[in-house]
């Protein structure tokens, strides 16, 4: 379903090679890559001098970066030696091992109050740094988590990145261990007979490592120093042929293809392959957003991240990531490519999205997800994922199985060929393409939304005329914006004002605390600054906690309507702009 494709992006997908795709991959994937290890660097380097053969100007830095190897685990029952592993970021345990009371939790809820003291609860799914920190909470010792038929590999603090001395004391206090579902029904069956003791013994290696980051750039010809950032990790869980293999290779073909066309691009691409990620909760892109902040913030236009693309099976293209206003983008390529109609999710706080406080439209976080199925390999999987019909990257991920073998030639071609396009048309329109209609449509209902939970106990009166007036400009504007012909400096100062309202949308629609600093991984709630607003229509009203609440919700509203404010300043100014060039000719 190619033909509302242009012939240049017809020639882009012709360019675009399975075989080369392929290489890249093997290649990336050859070793195991623990962040900071000479293995990761390897690929880097490889990485490097691939693209410097395609022309590309390259840099290789490193930084310090907290980073969380685990190593050894082991679980003791009785007579029995229960395989298990440990997780980055969770404490190890003393050297003479640990003993607690374990007990069957089954499938956590928030009800916890059968959590004794010291005791060890055994949880039924994949290790969650969420449920950690409320069983944390509760008093448990250590816990132990059941995956599924394999162990999955992940990374059980929130703090985002490298932590700071504010944020530090939210690390994980209590050791934790996987096990796979057929030894989980073994330590069941003993706590049944009568067992009324484990002993945990692991060993977790976290501290502060040099970690490299490897940027390259092809240059635009018309506002060169406006970008769009398009990254991916190397670090990997073990092999990591998916997770992030394909997702390098997909980038080095991108560097390959685009760098052909360089003399169409009015914009440069920076490509960004972070280390950190797997075991340092996105340490590199947090590090990267930290060091170049002001940067970032006046000329990157776009962020494109990648991860686990072109696994066997994926084949649900309709729920990857975007906002609002890139959806249009992801719209309209699933479509030509895929042939199917896309229906976005919401970012979570994950994936390296280390740039909304900077106000940098985000799409893309994967691309394509498995079907969902009865496969028991799969169930816990899909749980992570929480999709509509999608099930996440695959029952392999974050495992042993994270090999090349799960690669399927033609759906990698058909992921790389859809970044392709999409990042193309950012780097050549000449008016960015960003929905800010549809960012303010989105936060209009939001807005609604908290008003209906807060009933009378808050008012957003303001913010609901302040965001009316928004989305009346902006819907003038997308009217208009395609009418009229824009010279090079025209088409700069309309995209001038096009980024100035990101820069107040996406901070207050995704950002909950100092725009500088970087919220807590995990799912935030949207306009994460009001949240507490659920909580104060819990409360009793007029009691000490209520006024606490509203002072500091209060606080909020006036951050929020001050950037509304701002965006209807910088909104009238694009209105005006396209209107006086509603008759210009190039």
Known sequence: MTEQLSSIEKEILHEIETNKLLEYNKEMAKEVRLSGSEEELRAFQYARKTLESFGLDTKLSFNDAYISLPKEAQLIAGDLNIPCITHAMAPSTPIEGLVGKPFYLGEFSNDIHSVEKASIPIVEGIASPFILKELEKAGAAAVIFINGPLTHEMIVSTV??????????????????????????????????????????????????????????????????????????????????????????????????????????????????????????????QAYADQHWEEIHENCVMHFYIDSVGGKGAAILSESNCMAETKDIASHYVKQIAGQDFIGSRYGKYADQSFWGAGVPSLFMGMAEQELSDDPKSQKVFKVFQGKKAGGFGWWWHT?????????PAVLKRDCEIYALSIFKVLTDSILPINQQAAAKELKQIIVDYQEAAGNRISLDITMERLNKLEKVLAEFQHLREKGSYSVDSSKQVNKYLLAVSRSLIPLNYVGVDRFEHDAAGGLLPVPMLSSIYKLSEVEENSHEFYLLRTSINRQINKINYLLKQAILDSEQLLSLVKKRSGEHV
């Not at 490299?212 to 042929?241: Q, R």
């Not at 042993?400 to 399927?408: L, M, N, P, R």
């Open 160 to 285: 985002w990145g490298s932590p700071s001395e504010t944020n530090i004391n939210q690390m994980p206090k209590i050791p934790v261990i996987s096990i796979n579902d057929a030894d989980g029904l073994r330590l069941r069956q003993l706590i049944e007979s009568g067992i009324n003791q484990v002993e945990l013994h692991t060993s977790v290696e976290t501290k502060w490592t040099p970690i490299p980051t490897l940027t390259a750039e092809i240059k635009g010809s018309i506002e060169s120093d406006h970008f769009v950032l398009f990254s991916g990790h190397i670090d990997s869980w073990h092999y990591g042929a998916m997770d992030n293999g394909s997702a390098n290779a997909t980038m080095i073909e991108v560097a390959r293809v685009l760098s052909k066309f360089q003399t169409h691009l009015k914009r440069s691409i920076r490509f960004a392959f972070w280390s950190g990620h797997s075991h340092g909760r996105y340490a590199g892109s």
């Open 400 to 408: 042993v199985e994270d090999t090349i073998d799960k690669i399927d």
